[in-house]
């Protein structure tokens, strides 16, 4: 990005009318949160994977509020520049009052972002978060809190039925008020399509490169999460030899279009 001083919503949203791409990774603590800001990520997610890469757990379902304050917290204490953005875990935001309270605790804990993970059905929660102060990151597509229902970490929206339903969520939730939108995991032509349509940027993982921005897991991105990469995966470290040099490579190929390849996207 062009700016040098902290990135804010309004900037990402410039960043969206310039055609200039938005780096994004996930950070669960201050030492990786420091690296992520030199290298100049514009946003640092402390994603509720940190269930699987932190804690070990198969899920992203037993990630607590609490453990979301504690790394939100950690990772704050690293940052300068970087837009930080913080999950909602499963089950904290089902209602009203509970979606309040957890946006509540990770907005104290210093996040400027809530992402939280649903379609249409989340209209009025975003709603209510936005007019309370709370900027949200909607994520559609492969949404691993729903891992159950979806049977299985797997590509979405392949079929015209689900495409038109994403399409239609997202034009709701930016509708609602939502200030971004995650796309995990479908076609690189709808995620093109959907990223179209909105005004908000829509940054994808797994969703082909003509989006408005990219995110990885760091662990995933560093080569060190355990089991076989999904294909949307590229390991920055095998070629870079240092950590700043992977996290380096990463914001160019974003920035300059290079990252994801087709060999990373499904059509
Ligand atoms: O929890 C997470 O890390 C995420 C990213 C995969 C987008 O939601």
């Given at each position: 990005?062009?700016?040098?001083?902290?990135?804010?919503?309004?900037?990402?949203?410039?960043?969206?009318?310039?055609?200039?791409?938005i780096?994004?990774?996930?950070?669960?603590?201050?030492?990786?949160?420091?690296?992520?800001?030199?290298?100049?990520?514009?946003?640092?997610?402390?994603?509720?994977?940190?269930?699987?890469?932190?804690?070990?757990?198969?899920?992203?379902?037993?990630?607590?509020?609490?453990?979301?304050?504690?790394?939100?917290?950690?990772?704050?204490?690293?940052?300068?520049?970087?837009?930080?953005?913080?999950?909602?875990?499963?089950?904290?935001?089902h209602?009203?009052?509970?979606?309040?309270?957890?946006?509540a605790?990770?907005?104290?804990?210093?996040?400027?972002?809530?992402?939280?993970?649903?379609?249409?059905n989340?209209?009025?929660t975003?709603?209510?978060?936005?007019?309370?102060?709370?900027?949200?990151?909607?994520?559609?597509?492969?949404?691993?809190?729903?891992?159950?229902?979806?049977?299985?970490?797997?590509?979405?929206?392949?079929?015209?039925?689900?495409?038109?339903?994403?399409?239609?969520?997202?034009?709701?939730?930016?509708?609602?008020?939502?200030?971004?939108?995650?796309?995990?995991?479908?076609?690189?032509?709808?995620?093109?399509?959907?990223?179209?349509?909105?005004?908000?940027?829509?940054?994808?993982?797994?969703?082909?490169?003509?989006?408005?921005?990219?995110?990885?897991?760091?662990?995933?991105?560093?080569?060190?999460?355990?089991?076989?990469?999904p294909?949307?995966?590229?390991?920055?470290?095998?070629?870079?030899?240092?950590?700043?040099?992977?996290?380096?490579?990463?914001?160019?190929?974003?920035?300059?279009?290079?990252?994801?390849?087709?060999?990373?996207?499904?059509?």
């Open positions: 990005m062009k700016t040098s001083g902290p990135v804010t919503v309004p900037a990402l949203a410039a960043m969206k009318a310039a055609g200039e791409p780096t994004m990774l996930t950070a669960y603590d201050a030492s990786f949160a420091r690296r992520l800001d030199t290298a100049g990520v514009d946003c640092v997610l402390v994603g509720d994977s940190l269930g699987n890469v932190i804690q070990g757990r198969d899920s992203t379902l037993p990630v607590t509020v609490e453990d979301m304050v504690y790394h939100t917290a950690a990772v704050r204490r690293g940052l300068e520049r970087a837009l930080l953005i913080a999950d909602l875990p499963f089950m904290s935001y209602d009203r009052a509970s979606a309040m309270n957890a946006a605790a990770v907005m104290r804990a210093g996040a400027q972002m809530v992402k939280l993970e649903g379609g249409a989340l209209s009025e975003v709603e209510n978060l936005v007019a309370n102060g709370v900027p949200v990151c909607a994520h559609l597509g492969l949404t691993p809190q729903h891992v159950h229902r979806l049977g299985g970490y797997r590509v979405q929206a392949r079929d015209d039925g689900p495409a038109r339903r994403l399409a239609s969520d997202a034009r709701a939730l930016e509708k609602a008020g939502a200030t971004m939108l995650v796309l995990e995991c479908v076609p690189a032509p709808l995620a093109r399509e959907v990223a179209k349509a909105l005004v908000i940027p829509v940054v994808g993982i797994g969703a082909g490169v003509e989006v408005d921005g990219q995110v990885l897991v760091l662990y995933d991105m560093l080569g060190i999460s355990s089991g076989r990469a294909k949307f995966v590229h390991d920055f470290m095998a070629e870079a030899g240092s950590i700043e040099a992977a996290l380096a490579a990463y914001v160019a190929a974003v920035r300059e279009r290079r990252f994801p390849t087709t060999d990373h996207s499904w059509q």
